[in-house]
């Protein structure tokens, strides 16, 4: 009898062992992330909390192109610093609303009253549509201040666009990549979207005063901070744009700071020519 259990224990092993194998053979992934993340994007930029203003930035600015070349997946928590009056946030926010958390770093609530103002109304987009906008949280960001961005080692990706030319002439720029460092968790992303001065333009004061920064400029700045470049894309490139104009970016739409003085000439050109840089804070 114990030879006949002994092959019924076996054939029924022998029968079951194909079966269990195939029922602990690793599933497929449930979904492409990346492709959720697009059409995540894709409803995000179509949605009709955007304006009509807004959404004709689109084609200089590249939103759901820049944003997948980051990385973003929609279980992140993302910073984006000094957002404005939230032209980023409008696609950001709903794309993170659910399994992630977008953190608006905005400007500093003892700043001017101008900052202030334009804190205050960013505030109010976001609770007049919490379906939209879910949990977000606005922080605060600027000099002596970067620190608050964040919590150590919270964020897996940090957000900036068009800004550092700003932190340098206020001659804070330093201490901003420290504290996008300091925000990160190990691995965590720094994108970073410039307008982009040529390399060979010599340092003189309308330079300096232009808007427009070298790549090697914030290379160097991140560095020092700690990152690393992993990458760096065209997305954003406009070969039409000379980056040596009389008022510097802003004489390029939309802002037009010569009014109507060539403004044909400068809608041709379009929004200006931009670097577009992911740096990885190294794993510890």
Do not use: C
């Amino acid at each position: 009898m114990r030879l006949v259990h002994f092959l019924a224990a076996t054939a029924i092993a022998l029968v079951s062992a194909p079966l269990m194998a195939k029922a602990a053979k690793p599933m497929a992934p449930e979904s492409d992330v990346a492709a959720i993340t697009a059409a995540k994007l894709d409803a995000a930029i179509a949605g009709a909390h955007r304006s009509d203003a807004n959404k004709a930035r689109d084609a200089y600015r590249h939103p759901k192109e820049t944003l997948l070349f980051f990385g973003l997946t929609p279980d992140q928590t993302v910073v984006e610093i000094s957002p404005g009056a939230g032209w980023y946030s409008q696609i950001l926010a709903p794309v993170l609303n659910g399994k992630g958390l977008y953190i608006a770093a905005h400007n500093n609530p003892a700043g001017s009253a101008g900052a202030q103002k334009q804190r205050a109304a960013f505030k109010d987009m976001l609770a007049a549509n919490p379906e939209l906008y879910g949990k977000s949280a606005v922080t605060s960001f600027g000099k002596g201040i970067g620190g608050n961005i964040a919590a150590p080692g919270s964020a897996d990706m940090v957000l900036t666009f068009r800004n550092v030319h700003n932190w340098i002439g206020a001659g804070f720029a330093d201490e901003a990549f420290r504290s996008f460092y300091t925000a990160l968790k190990p691995g965590g992303v720094l994108g970073v979207v410039e307008h982009r001065m040529p390399e060979d333009r010599a340092d003189t004061e309308a330079a300096r005063n232009s808007g427009y920064v070298k790549v090697s400029e914030v290379v160097r700045l991140a560095e020092a901070a700690g990152f690393k470049l992993a990458a760096s894309s065209e997305v954003n490139a406009n070969p039409k744009d000379t980056a040596d104009h009389a008022k510097g970016v802003w004489t390029l739409p939309p802002n037009y700071r010569l009014g109507d003085t060539d403004r044909e000439k400068y809608t041709a050109i379009g929004e200006s020519d931009r670097m577009t840089l992911k740096f990885v804070k190294p794993a510890q």
